[in-house]
């Protein structure tokens, strides 16, 4: 039986999503949990791999329930949150109405924020760069829209990942703005290795004049990572949505 996990995760104290050697991360803690919950290891897999500091506000996770235990209780995800630290929560369990749904390459799309925080803020230090100085917001919106032009990212893929195309379809990019609060929002089927934080560095130069309007789009036309902006910090970036294919998530347990 295959069940979905819908996870949150404050990414400040782990070392990115992805189990590794030696850090802590956010899947190694999820896997120990239900180890403890269940008494055996079960891997986990989830619907994206978010860097060192990256939140999530949904973060999908699949896991295959051993045939050998007794049915998932009814409040897993209450018993789950009793034994994770604070930062971690699961917020539902479903049940895929088909067993072959993959958390990650089941998804049809995927939704991050980049926040900048406009004025000081005790309860955003960890979920926002702050940045008070001068940025031309009508410049950086230009910009942003240049992106929905063009399906290959190359010029802000980190390099050493593991993808074999750097071809992304966008469907949403853009800057919403509050007057304590910039946020901006980007929408994708996929995402290359440090894509957004690239994006948002970049635009960050346009706003800030170190860079044209007319400069991104010569940018993503060479496909040099060297010539786009430095990353931005990753404490501004939270995972928000993941969609999946309609009718293919249903509450566990279902109703009756």
């Not at 930062?87 to 998804?107: M, N, W």
Request: with cysteine; aromatic share 8%.
């Amino acid at each position: 039986m295959r069940l979905f996990l819908h996870t949150a995760y404050d990414g400040t104290a782990y070392h990115g999503w992805q189990v590794q050697p030696n850090a802590q991360t956010v899947q190694a803690v999820l896997e120990a949990r239900l180890a403890t919950l269940l008494g055996q290891p079960v891997p986990v897999v989830g619907s994206g791999r978010t860097d060192a500091g990256v939140h999530a506000e949904t973060q999908w996770v699949h896991l295959d329930w051993p045939p050998e235990l007794p049915p998932p209780p009814a409040d897993l995800a209450y018993r789950l949150n009793c034994l994770l630290p604070p930062d971690i929560a699961v917020k539902q369990v479903c049940t895929p109405a088909d067993d072959s749904l993959h958390a990650r390459f089941s998804a049809v799309a995927r939704s991050y924020r980049y926040s900048i925080a406009r004025v000081k803020s005790p309860l955003w230090r960890h979920m926002s760069l702050l940045y008070t100085a001068e940025l031309d917001a009508e410049k950086m919106q230009e910009a942003t829209a240049i992106l929905l032009r063009y399906n290959d990212f190359a010029c802000f893929c980190k390099t050493g990942g593991d993808q074999q195309t750097t071809l992304c379809r966008i469907s949403r990019a853009e800057w919403v703005l509050t007057p304590e609060r910039w946020d901006f929002h980007i929408t994708a089927d996929r995402f290359l290795r440090g894509m957004v934080r690239a994006i948002v560095g970049t635009l960050l130069e346009v706003g800030k004049g170190k860079r044209t309007v007319e400069s991104v789009e010569a940018l993503i036309l060479s496909g040099d990572r060297k010539l786009a902006g430095m990353a931005a910090p990753a404490q501004g970036l939270s995972l928000y949505e993941v969609t999946y294919p309609p009718d293919s998530l249903l509450p566990y347990p279902l109703p009756g």
